[in-house]
């Protein structure tokens, strides 16, 4: 019988997440939301609320900024871009995640090393 495992809560990485869809370039809301399945650390689709709830606390923190872009044939959009403060934590989740990877790593090494007589 398969136990079930600790999973992390999703939305721990919403933020390195959404920092590194802008990364290569500014993006609106309903974009960000279709690209953040790619990273693999919120299952199923994201729910828009949370996003833009993050989305918000990280313009009160200065990692991204945003604009209403009214170019176009439709409503006006907000456009998010990534910060300079931004791209610095960026490389600090990386840096971490980098560090988790290698505990990780180790771990599964160990587990799979024959156990001593």
């Known amino acids: 019988m398969k136990k079930q495992t600790g999973q992390g809560r999703p939305e721990r990485y919403m933020q390195p997440s959404l920092l590194m869809a802008l990364r290569h370039g500014q993006s609106y809301g309903y974009e960000l939301i279709q690209r953040l399945g790619d990273f693999g650390f919120v299952p199923g689709e994201v729910p828009p609320g949370m996003v833009y709830r993050h989305l918000r606390q990280m313009e009160d923190e200065g990692l991204v900024i945003s ?3 009214a170019e176009g044939s439709g ?11 931004g791209s610095e934590v960026l490389e600090a989740w990386v840096d971490y995640m980098e560090r988790q990877a290698r505990l990780l ?9 024959p156990a001593a007589s």
Do not use: M
């Open 67 to 69: 604009r209403w872009d």
């Open 75 to 85: 409503p006006a959009r907000r456009v998010y871009a990534i910060t300079a403060d």
């Open 105 to 113: 790593t180790d771990f599964i090494r160990r587990y799979r090393e």
